[in-house]
């Protein structure tokens, strides 16, 4: 068995099933994504021990944490984990200081040495300065702080990230953000995010997770740049389009042919095209002349896209146009409109790796 984290397990909820294989390195962080109820939360609980699956096995650095066959369940506490979610869940009764010493004073460490060890983590996170508060007397962003401090306060052999920025005011986003940047380095974790900003940040690697199951893995910037899930290429920006593989780009499966630069496809194999809103253009008349790649659509809705306007069709391709065009054009949801999207523009290659 790799060093690391390895995971191998399956989760079944009524009628949702998670079944998964994940592995972190040692000082990797892999960040998992995926639209709501695809997955995540359910993956980290399990890690965590806060919930035991039906069938799998979870193994860190060569401990097994969890093995179904061999009726195996450590307890979290047992586990050498940390754990950083949403909310800090510190504990209100407590002094900030005593909220990090709480770790190691379970552990069986010394009052006093369990102080110090918190002073430290306090001063690593900048927030040495709150240590004689109550929690409720602290902003998010040092809530959050303190709560990191108390996560790394446990000498985890692994950190689980539940999106911890999501509770953060957008101002203090940023400089939390680089802390944990700075705190995760050589340190292994699993972050679970929503934002791209996040995990281009802190993450190594990237697993995408989709009805249960994992539909794309890869170094960050490379699922990011040539995604092959929609969910993917929708966090990045994306336009992303599936068929198969054809002399000169890609058959959708209602026929649609979209013109492309193929990159290592095979005829007739599952292929993928990839392209930027900016790349398609929206008209409300059939366009003159023959161009490639002509899609009719129904606006499915307008939305402010920095100084431009993202025309989102039903079918799921967007476009990007000034606030000028659209006025113009008098887009309105479920409008008509033929989008024609650059050949030169588009990407065609193999939906799998």
């Known amino acids: 068995m790799r060093a690391g984290l390895h995971v191998e397990v399956a989760v079944r909820r009524g009628d949702f099933t998670l079944d998964a294989t994940v592995h972190v390195a040692p000082g990797e962080v892999v960040a998992v994504l ?26 860190l650095d060569g401990r097994v944490l969890t093995d179904t066959a061999a009726g195996v369940a ?7 984990i940390g754990l950083l979610a949403q909310q800090p869940l510190l504990f209100p009764h407590l002094s900030v200081l005593d909220n990090v010493a709480f770790a190691p004073l379970a552990a069986g ?26 929690p409720g ?14 996560a790394l306060a446990a000498d985890p ?34 972050l679970v995010t929503h934002q791209l900003i996040d995990a281009l940040v802190l993450a190594d690697r990237v697993v995408v997770l989709d009805g249960g199951r994992v539909v794309e893995q890869g170094p960050t910037r490379e699922v990011l740049t040539r995604p092959r899930s929609a969910f993917a290429a929708r966090l990045a920006g994306l336009n992303l389009v599936s068929g198969t593989a054809t002399v000169g780009g890609l058959r959708t499966e209602d026929g649609t042919e979209l013109s492309g630069l193929a990159d290592s ?7 993928v095209a990839v392209f930027t809103p900016a790349a398609v253009a929206v008209y409300v008349d059939p366009p003159k002349g023959s161009p490639r790649n002509v899609v009719h659509d129904r606006v499915a809705a307008l939305e402010p896209n920095g100084t431009l306007v993202r025309v989102r069709g039903v079918g799921g391709l967007a476009a990007d146009i000034t606030p000028a065009s659209a006025v ?26």
């Open 34 to 59: 995926g639209r709501n109820g695809s997955g995540k939360s359910t993956l980290l609980a399990a890690v965590a021990g806060l919930l035991r699956p039906d069938n799998g096995r979870i193994v």
């Open 74 to 80: 450590l307890p979290p506490y047992r586990r050498r």
């Open 109 to 134: 460490t010394r009052r006093r040495v369990a102080r110090e060890v918190a002073r430290r983590h306090l001063t690593e996170v900048d927030a040495a300065e709150f240590a004689r508060r109550r």
């Open 137 to 150: 007397q602290l902003s998010g962003g040092q809530a959050q702080r303190v709560a990191l401090a108390r």
């Open 157 to 190: 052999d692994l950190l689980l990230l539940d999106e911890p920025l999501s509770a953060v005011d957008v101002e203090l986003a940023p400089a939390l953000r680089s802390l944990l940047q700075t705190m995760l380095a050589e340190r292994p974790a699993v």
């Open 265 to 271: 496809t095979v005829l007739g194999a599952a292929a």
């Open 328 to 353: 113009e054009l008098g887009l309105h949801a479920r409008a008509d409109v033929w989008f024609v999207v650059k050949a030169a523009e588009v990407a065609v290659y193999p939906a799998s790796v």
